[in-house]
């Protein structure tokens, strides 16, 4: 069965700190890595989707990265604001699976004023 | 519509009744999907539509849930005699084809409460 693993569960730090969020995936045969946003009792939000044959997407204060070969990805947040609190979920679409996004548990972050 | 839209956004009913619960996803968009989100966990698969057809309902917990999609758009999840543990967020995502190439647009949910 296929897995995705993202640490640490949750996370709090003052404003204006850059920071990473981890994700890890247990085959390296996927299509591509999707990482979302959650705020409480909302659906999600996509922010970043990176494809197999990629290394790393960026927007505008975000920065994704993905090591197939390791399984790793990392969503880099520079400069955190406040409104930046969330969940973040990283999802998986991995090969033998065809369509269906296997999702983390998520990070919960929570940026301080 | 400019996102996929989910009807109710919530529901409570009793145990051993029918729900239905309604996804309306991104005009043009020929893939929709249904998850499923317990508090605290990620979402979790149900099913996945190309078109009219169920391409993979694997994730389908059992003969309960039934999810249509008669005309290639709107999609309805079905789910009868309710338990309690069906008690969760059920989201909906559309994507332009399959999920390979394409980013999955998700939906505010529909929180089922089953007392």
């Known amino acids: 069965k296929q897995e995705v693993t993202q640490i640490p569960a949750a996370l709090s730090v003052p404003e204006g700190e850059n920071l990473v969020l981890n994700c890890s995936f247990t085959d390296s045969a996927i299509y591509n890595l999707q990482w979302f946003r959650q705020d409480p009792g909302k659906g999600l939000t996509s922010l970043l989707l990176i494809q197999s044959s990629q290394r790393e997407q960026t927007s505008g204060r975000l920065n994704a990265s993905l090591d197939k070969s390791s399984g790793r990805s990392t969503l880099y947040i520079a400069a955190s604001q406040p409104g930046d609190s969330a969940t973040y979920l990283c999802?998986?679409?991995?090969?033998?699976?065809?369509?269906?996004?296997?999702f983390g548990a998520g990070t919960i972050l929570r940026v301080k004023s | 519509g400019a996102g996929v839209s989910q009807t109710p956004s919530n529901k409570v009913t009793e145990k051993g009744k029918y729900v239905e619960l309604r996804c309306d996803p991104i005009s043009g968009h020929t893939a929709l999907y249904w998850y499923r989100q317990s508090l605290g966990q990620g979402p979790e698969f149900l099913i996945y539509f190309q078109g009219t057809g169920a391409a993979d309902d694997s994730g389908l917990p059992n003969d309960r849930f039934f999810a249509v999609r008669p005309e290639g758009s709107v999609s309805t999840l079905k789910i009868q005699r309710t338990e309690r543990g069906d008690s969760a967020v059920y989201l909906c995502a559309s994507s332009p084809e399959g999920a390979r190439y394409n980013e999955q647009f998700f939906g505010p949910g529909t929180r089922l409460t089953v007392l």
């Open positions: 999802a998986v679409l991995f090969m033998e699976y065809g369509n269906k996004l296997v």
